[in-house]
């Protein structure tokens, strides 16, 4: 190993203080966050914000200090039809709702995968990763169908938020705290040789703790609904007792169990137009596994553009916190040039990025609208409009514009009906998934 020595030092100080530029960049990046000194003004000025095709005629939501962003944007493009079918301007179901059983089941679905590798070392990086986040709040595109499948949903009114639901870390540190402790006995016990029934007790004691924190925290979740409102013509309309399950029935317009999972994952040791899964992703127990097919970014740009263009929004992660500008709501790949602040010349691919650490899915949000014009190779998009669930306070009130070429760097996965893929690639469906570890980015949850 070589040290770090100070004739080093001295010099890139004596090179720092030789450039009167470096010196003026430094009293800016000093008194002002660095985004402002690299913000490339002509680009945001020039981000033109209209659409050929926009959808979105509602109010945007707000998850607050929460990383629900996935269950928010799911739940948004259901509100769509939901919203229709009831004769209204804007509609909510309740994101608490399913909060409380996301909670619940991940907090088994965690435990049942502490059992499964009680018998390695508590430093096996497998073991390391269970422990690193028992019950976080984020997810993926089919863990939300799988909760509304086995839950139903319900109107906000019927749930509405609470304090913990609304900011989680509380929340999230006293089930760790449980789940945690009870990892540690389950393990013990497996080592001591308890049989299956004596770790299942151990387990459904923990579940039972957890479900009364989560009761406490966010309420009651209710089992009968009775659903009235007014429309937008002021009519009057009641309807139930119903269900969750009977609600969702009811009001999800769209055929969930249709929808499948798209990914953009350029490393070379994941071959496109194959199906891939993660080692321990999932939240119910018992449904189907989370899986996406992997495809080229060309087709989950038209997929996207196709659907809008249909009149339906859509579902999908990104890196969100790459090239964006929050008050305006403009994510554009070239939006700041942190290279010329710092003289350094970044190259990093998207597969590079996946591969060293410095990219996975974040966030997940709904797209409303795309600006679509002919070129001689046929439709294409040139920027986008996106439902974000940060509230009404900035961009065009919680609407955001992305560029098309931000689409292609740090947008991962979208989720779309089956049908419209091209015929070869539902085939590829159907093929036995390729198993991926537990800690590979792809299986990052949207917070």
């Not at 994101?95 to 430093?123: C, M, P, S, Y």
């Not at 055929?255 to 993660?278: I, M």
């Not at 553009?305 to 890196?319: K, N, T």
Request: net charge negative; proline share 4%.
């Amino acid at each position: 190993m070589t040290e770090l020595t100070r004739d080093q030092v001295e010099r890139y100080a004596k090179e720092f203080a030789a450039d009167p530029v470096a010196r003026l960049l430094q009293n800016a990046v000093t008194r002002h966050q660095v985004d402002d000194v690299a913000l490339d003004r002509d680009r945001l000025l020039a981000a033109d914000r209209s659409m050929s095709h926009q959808l979105d005629d509602w109010a945007a939501t707000n998850q607050k200090q929460s990383g629900r962003c996935w269950l928010f944007a799911g739940l948004n493009l259901l509100r769509v039809g939901a919203a229709e079918k009831l004769g209204v301007k804007d509609f909510e179901f309740s994101q608490n709702h399913l909060l409380f059983w996301d909670k619940l089941e991940k907090a088994n679905f965690w435990l049942e995968g502490v059992i499964e590798t009680a018998d390695r070392e508590v430093d096996d990086r497998t073991v390391a990763f269970l422990m690193s986040d028992p019950t976080g709040d984020g997810g993926q595109w089919n863990m939300f169908v799988a909760l509304v499948r086995k839950y139903g949903l319900v109107p906000k009114s019927a749930m509405p938020e609470t304090v913990a639901s609304s900011s989680t870390r509380q929340l999230n540190r006293d089930v760790s705290a449980v789940l945690r402790q009870a990892a540690r006995d389950l393990r013990a016990r497996a080592a001591a040789g308890d049989d299956a029934a004596a770790l299942q007790e151990i387990k459904g004691a923990a579940l039972a703790t957890v479900h009364r924190i989560l009761t406490l925290h966010l309420g009651t979740p209710p089992e009968v609904v009775d659903w009235q409102w007014r429309d937008k013509d002021k009519g009057f309309h009641r309807d139930g007792p119903l269900t969750p399950q009977q609600f969702a029935e009811k009001y999800v317009t769209i055929p969930l169990d249709e929808y499948v999972c798209l990914v953009d994952d350029p490393r070379a040791s994941s071959p496109r137009h194959h199906v891939f899964t993660v080692e321990h992703l999932g939240n119910v127990v018992g449904a189907p596994d989370v899986t996406y097919l992997n495809v080229e970014p060309s087709l989950l740009k038209r997929l996207a553009r196709e659907s809008i263009v249909g009149g339906e929004p859509v579902w999908f992660g990104c890196d969100v916190s790459q090239q964006y500008e929050k008050e305006s709501g403009t994510w554009d790949a070239r939006l700041f040039d942190y290279d010329a602040l710092y003289e350094h010349t970044t190259d990093l691919d998207k597969a590079d990025r996946l591969l060293h650490g410095a990219t996975m899915m974040t966030h997940a949000m709904l797209l409303t609208g795309v600006d679509v014009v002919d070129t001689e190779h046929g439709p294409t998009a040139r920027r986008w409009r996106v439902e974000n669930s940060w509230g009404g306070d900035k961009a065009d009130k919680g609407f955001n514009t992305m560029a098309d070429g931000w689409f292609d760097e740090h947008v991962f996965e979208i989720a779309v009906r089956r049908s419209a893929l091209p015929a070869e690639l539902q085939a590829r469906l159907d093929e036995e998934p390729v198993v991926l570890p537990a800690w590979d980015p792809m299986g990052a949850l949207a917070r």
